[in-house]
């Protein structure tokens, strides 16, 4: 309670371990426990605050969904949303790069605590095409740091998130445009998703964040 208290004053890391793609840091900010790559917010942050304003667009209408695809597990601030702050009960297929991540997601974060959650240890861009299953609603938030990962600016990726959705299904596709280059991935994938789907629509969040809402 202490190091919550002191970290509305000034963040207080609690851990530190080296991930797939740089160090990753457990630490308290504003009372909040969260996890951090280098760079950027990697769950229970500003991220966590995207994905919150997101459900708060995609799920207000009709049946909530029953199976959900999580691409890019992090510390797991989207099965808290989904769970412990909307209460929704699908079944959550994620899939995560990082066994650095998933640990830290268990041992710091309660991630075990979650019902019907499968984590898969792998390449998202690769299992895309690899698992069979549909969702009613994907979602996807693979980064390397800031940066989108490798490949999922392609086509080919964006086709693979369509054959993984159910009939009227939905992908929610995180990105961040901090700088020029990072804006040309992010208007790549909202370019791809004009001709693999039907609807592109692109929700502004936290000043960096494009998220493209695509069915």
Known sequence: MLRRFISYFWPIAETRAEGRHGELTVRWEAGTKVLNSVQGNQSFGAL??????????????????????????????????????????????????????VQMARDHFALERHQDLQVILGDATIQVHAIRQRFDLVLVDLFDDLDLARGVDSRAFLHGLRDRCAEGGLVCFNTVAYDEASDRRCQAVHDHGLTVFRRVHELRLEEVNRVFILS
Not at 54 to 60: D, P, T
Not at 65 to 79: F, I, Q, Y
């Open 48 to 101: 966590h605050r995207v994905w919150q304003a997101v459900f708060a667009e995609v799920l207000v209408q009709g049946s909530p969904p029953r199976e959900v695809l999580l691409l890019g597990l992090g510390g797991g601030s989207v099965p808290a949303i989904l769970r412990d702050e909307l209460g929704i009960a699908a079944r959550i297929t994620a899939i995560e790069l990082d066994p650095t991540m």
